[in-house]
Each structure stands twice: as structure tokens, then as C-alpha cells.
């Protein structure tokens, strides 16, 4: 199992940029969403301390913690931070999953196709961040069937 906090305001995958360069056309991803990409690479590198890739399906835990905002009144604020007002607001969850996912792709798992459980939040917090903890899955049926 494998922990880390990636600090900062949480930041969705951006879609990929075009641009005209003579007569092609060059696809990119735009700068915010990789220098997020590139924190939370660092993030996972420094929590894996040279450990190996992890092998085989694995489960994924992630809480999203996004800053409250600075206009809202001090009861809502407060209200906020205690958990009974959600933030519903962007950055779209399944975009910040999507930013972590592939940034740590041969950091702490060979490729997120080996996610096949994964337990999101989006709260409030004082203090912006995303913690991620990446463990090896545990069967606890004997089919897959719903």
C-alpha cells in the first residue's frame, strides 16, 4: 500500500490543446495541467522511495480538498469546513482523478488499467490538497457479477 498528498489546489485534466505549425497540426497538453501533472509525479516518486512498481489489480482511495471560498460569509464558511455544505463546483471530480491517474503511470503502477476499485470525495478544507493511496486489490466475492 502507498499513501501521498499531492499539495495544492486540485486541478482537472485538461483536453488537449491544437495548434497550426506550418502545415501541421500539433496536439498538446495545456501548461496548468501538466505542471499538476509534474507535482503529482513528484508527490508519488517521493512516497514510492524506490519502491517497485506495484503489479496486479489494485484499489484507489482519493479525497479531493478544495479551499473554501474567501466571499462566502464566516457561517458558511464554517459550515463548509464541517462537512454539511459540498463543494458542487468545479474541478470536475472525474477530471482530477484522471490528472492523478496518468501522472503516476509508471510511478507506483505500471498503467491505470489496473484500477478496478476506486473511492472518490470532493470536501472542503483548510488546506488544498489530494490524498491519494494506491493498495493491491482484495477479492471479497467469488464472482464478478453485480
Same mark, same amino acid.
Given at each position: 500500500? %502507498?499513501?501521498? %498528498? !499531492?499539495?495544492?489546489?486540485? +486541478?482537472?485534466?485538461?483536453?488537449?490543446? =491544437?495548434?497550426?505549425?506550418?502545415?501541421?497540426?500539433? #496536439? $498538446?497538453?495545456?501548461?496548468?495541467?501538466?505542471?499538476?501533472?509534474? &507535482? @503529482?509525479? #513528484?508527490?508519488?516518486?517521493?512516497?514510492?522511495?524506490?519502491?517497485?512498481?506495484?503489479?496486479?489489480?489494485?484499489?484507489? #482511495?482519493?479525497? %479531493? !480538498?478544495?479551499?473554501?471560498? @474567501?466571499?462566502?460569509?464566516?457561517?458558511?464558511?464554517?459550515?463548509?469546513? =464541517?462537512?454539511?455544505?459540498?463543494? &458542487?463546483?468545479?474541478?470536475?471530480?472525474?477530471? +482530477? !482523478?484522471?490528472?492523478?491517474?496518468? =501522472?503516476?503511470?509508471? %510511478?507506483?503502477?505500471?498503467?491505470? @488499467?489496473?484500477?478496478?476499485? *476506486?473511492?472518490?470525495?470532493? +470536501? $472542503?478544507? =483548510?488546506?488544498?490538497? +489530494?490524498?491519494?493511496?494506491?493498495?493491491?486489490? @482484495?477479492?471479497?466475492?467469488?464472482?464478478?457479477? *453485480?
Amino acid at each position: 500500500m %502507498i499513501t501521498f %498528498i !499531492v499539495p495544492g489546489k486540485p +486541478v482537472g485534466k485538461g483536453r488537449p490543446r =491544437a495548434a497550426a505549425r506550418g502545415k501541421n497540426i500539433t #496536439l $498538446y497538453t495545456p501548461q496548468k495541467t501538466a505542471t499538476y501533472e509534474s &507535482t @503529482v509525479a #513528484l508527490a508519488a516518486d517521493q512516497a514510492m522511495a524506490g519502491k517497485p512498481l506495484i503489479t496486479g489489480p489494485v484499489e484507489t #482511495l482519493m479525497t %479531493i !480538498v478544495l479551499p473554501v471560498p @474567501v466571499s462566502w460569509s464566516k457561517r458558511k464558511q464554517a459550515d463548509a469546513l =464541517a462537512g454539511t455544505v459540498m463543494p &458542487t463546483s468545479k474541478p470536475d471530480m472525474d477530471n +482530477v !482523478v484522471k490528472a492523478i491517474f496518468d =501522472a503516476i503511470n509508471g %510511478i507506483v503502477w505500471t498503467d491505470d @488499467v489496473q484500477v478496478v476499485g *476506486l473511492r472518490v470525495r470532493k +470536501v $472542503y478544507g =483548510a488546506i488544498p490538497r +489530494v490524498q491519494v493511496t494506491v493498495s493491491p486489490y @482484495v477479492s471479497q466475492t467469488s464472482g464478478g457479477s *453485480l
